[in-house]
Nanobody, 133 residues
Framework: QLQLVESGGGLVQPGGSLRLSCAASGFTLDYYAIGWFRQAPGKEREGVSCISSSGDTTYYRDYVKGRFTISRDNAKNTVYLQMNSLKPEDTAVYYC??????????????????????????WGQGTQVTVSS
């Protein structure tokens, strides 16, 4: 079974932190750009943060800049999203997704993944993040 599995979600108070993990099973993430997406009730799915296959290029939506950090550890076949200073509006189901590296630049990788949501090969099942006092 080839899959992505998210973990690390939960209930946290405003201003708190969580670290989400996205682990690949059955394949290696070395050749994939990885993105974190979220979907709140009644809202469209939106790209939050993405990282190129090399790990050298990252993308963040404006509303998480300075608060979230994406990273990857290829030895563990895992990508992380460190979320600090969480706000109630961050409440959503968070999904990770994988885009196979192509001929494009690293900038194009993360743009296609986070903005266009194009050519995504794998989706995880999601983990719930709830920010509430």
């Amino acid at each position: 079974q080839l899959q992505l599995v998210e973990s690390g979600g939960g209930l946290v108070q405003p201003g708190g932190s969580l670290r989400l993990s996205c682990a690949a099973s059955g394949f290696t993430l070395d050749y994939y750009a990885i993105g974190w997406f979220r979907q709140a009730p009644g809202k469209e799915r939106e790209g939050v943060s993405c990282i190129s296959s090399s790990g050298d290029t990252t993308y963040y939506r404006d509303y998480v800049k300075g608060r979230f950090t994406i990273s990857r550890d290829n030895a563990k076949n895992t990508v992380y999203l460190q979320m600090n200073s969480l706000k109630p509006e961050d409440t959503a189901v968070y999904y990770c997704a994988a885009l196979m590296r192509g001929a494009g630049s690293a900038d194009l990788q993360v743009f296609k993944l986070c903005v266009l949501q194009d050519d995504i090969e794998y989706w995880g099942q999601g983990t719930q993040v709830t920010v509430s006092s």
